[in-house]
């Protein structure tokens, strides 16, 4: 089974300048997520889709970022412009919910998109 | 203050060690708690989940949840260099929820 994919793995950009990172989760799976992880801190949620809409993006800085999940699969988050405290690793995720057992809601992360802002 | 806090390490270990790593948690409704693994440049991959509290063993891992005193720990019995990675432990309220992650532990296991 493929995993979470993820694209690109890395990018510099310098500050006010934007970029775009793509995901496309496992298949089948309906919920997906974005997480940003800086240096030495553990990951935090940015945006929560389930299938087209979303569910959760309280912690999403709106004013620069944006996430959109196109019928349900793929999905692009966008920063502009960027600021030199963006720079972090940008993971995605994906679940199946409803999966029965000890595996319930577990999240299958991508290797990360990881960004510089000088 | 954070809601789940985790020691950041880094705690070096030598080969066939006990390794002990803990969280504390703050906010009483989390009901869900797991245990990731993180490989340098990698994405997290679940290792361990619970549900309320109790004991979870699979294989040479274990994970303690203490609601009473919100603490979470994970044991790792006869530590392998394999198991040389970032630990983090993550809450949430409910199924398939939003996670709520610890700032990781990083662990090394010398040889």
């Known amino acids: 089974e493929a995993g979470v994919a993820q694209s690109p793995r890395y990018k510099i950009i310098e500050k006010r300048q934007s970029v775009a990172f793509w995901c496309n989760p496992i298949s089948g799976h309906a919920t997906l997520y974005w997480y940003q992880q800086i240096l030495g801190q553990g990951p935090k949620l940015l945006i929560q889709?389930?299938?087209?809409?979303?569910?959760?993006d309280s912690q999403l800085p709106k004013d620069r970022f944006s996430a959109e999940r196109l019928k349900g699969v793929d999905s692009t988050l966008k920063i502009q412009p960027a600021k030199l405290e963006d720079s972090a690793v940008y993971l995605c995720a994906s679940s199946f919910p409803g999966l029965a057992g000890d595996r319930t809601g577990e999240l299958f992360f991508g290797e990360g998109s990881r960004l510089t802002v000088l | 203050q954070k809601e789940v806090e985790q020691d950041p390490g880094p705690l070096s270990v030598p080969e066939g060690a006990i390794v002990s790593l803990n969280c504390t948690y703050s906010?009483?409704?989390?009901?869900?708690f797991m245990w990731y693994r993180q490989y340098s440049r990698k994405g997290p991959e679940l290792l361990m989940y619970?549900?309320?509290?109790g004991n979870k063993e699979d294989g040479r891992f274990t994970a303690q949840v203490d609601k009473s005193s919100k603490y979470i720990s994970l044991f790792i019995r006869d530590s392998q260099p394999s198991d040389s990675a970032t630990y983090l432990c993550a809450s949430s309220y409910n199924q398939g929820g939003k996670l709520i992650f610890g700032q990781g532990t990083e662990l090394s296991v010398k040889p």
């Open positions: 889709f389930q299938n087209n809409g979303v569910v959760d």
């Open positions: 906010n009483s409704a989390f009901q869900y």
């Open positions: 619970t549900y309320s509290s």
